[in-house]
């Protein structure tokens, strides 16, 4: 491995900084942004113990005792664009995370080349990487579309939980100062080629995009779930971080059934390296099988 490359983890094997990918004449990059892991606490699922999640947690080869999490930021190249999908944690989860420009270099992309960048929810992993530690545009040039819903609801609403009223208020000072802020409604073409599904729950107007070109179908389903050992193969458990939980249940039993139906290639941003796969059917829930990474 040579200095600078993300470290070899569960939830990046191979200690991978990117991955890449060909469907017809849709180019997917998966970059690594970072991994992160916490203390496991009881209140991690709101219906489900500590003690299961530990036992999900080491039969899936995960350390003991720790909650693992990591971001990976989708690209790509469609329809004549090469767009982003949300911005990673930036300066913010440094030195963990953060990795995203020098991954994206890595895999031979500049952000300069970039087209548009688009957001799938405002939580602070997948926006933070927009803005600097001061609050200054990253990616002043490039139009940033987001969900009409999620913006309206972290821009207006008087029901901010409490735990989340300091990421609204610095979401509150940015992104309504900044011109190149583009809303998308539920089911838009943002782009050529890249449609909005609306998959709330995980957050108020937490939308995925469906990426299509000919025959191929690539869904990036942003957080409708977390790592796969856990509410893919268990839809129906409440995570904390799911902001409204019995909506993010039903908005991913719904989109994993449409997925494993429809045979849609997915990404999932907390998925681990590669991050993208096909959805399939378990005896119960649903799990993923990665694509192999060349
Ligand atoms: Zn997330």
């Known amino acids: 491995m040579t200095s600078g490359s993300p470290e070899q983890g569960p939830l990046n094997r191979e200690g991978r900084a990117f991955a890449r ?15 992160v892991s916490r203390e496991l606490d009881a209140a991690f699922f709101s219906n489900v113990s500590a003690e299961t999640v530990e036992t999900v947690l080491q039969a899936n080869g995960f350390p003991p005792g720790r909650i693992p999490n990591s971001y ?45 960048i688009v ?39 008087d029901a901010i939980p409490r735990q989340r009223q300091a990421l609204a208020e610095r979401i509150r000072r940015t992104l309504p100062q900044w011109s190149n802020i583009v809303r998308y409604e539920n089911d838009a073409e943002i782009l050529p080629g890249l449609t909005a599904i609306a998959s709330h729950g995980h957050s108020a107007g937490h939308t ?17 779930t977390n790592i796969p050992p856990f509410n893919m193969h ?3 458990w409440y995570l904390a971080a799911d902001d409204d939980p019995q909506q993010a249940a039903s908005t991913r039993e719904r989109m994993l059934d449409w997925a494993a139906s429809d045979g849609v290639i997915c990404t999932g941003y907390h998925w681990g390296m590669p991050g993208i796969g096909r959805v399939v059917r378990r005896a119960a829930g649903y799990g993923l099988e990665a694509l192999e990474m060349t």
């Open 72 to 116: 990976t930021v989708t690209i790509a190249r469609i329809g004549g664009s090469l767009v982003m999908f949300d911005a990673g944690l930036g300066e913010h989860g440094r030195p963990k995370s953060g990795q995203l420009l020098a991954n994206m270099k890595a895999a031979g992309l500049d952000p300069s080349g970039l087209s548009a």
């Open 119 to 157: 957001v799938t929810h405002f939580h602070p992993d997948h926006i933070f990487g927009l803005m600097t530690a001061n609050d200054e545009q990253v990616y002043p040039d490039l139009p940033i579309y987001v969900p009409a819903a999620e913006y309206d609801f972290w821009t207006r609403s």
């Open 208 to 224: 995925s995009v469906l990426l299509s070109s000919g025959a191929a179908q690539i869904c990036v389903t942003g957080d409708v």
């Open 21 to 35: 990918f060909s469907f017809e004449d849709i180019e997917v990059f998966q970059i690594f942004e970072g991994s």
């Open 234 to 236: 268990h839809p129906q």
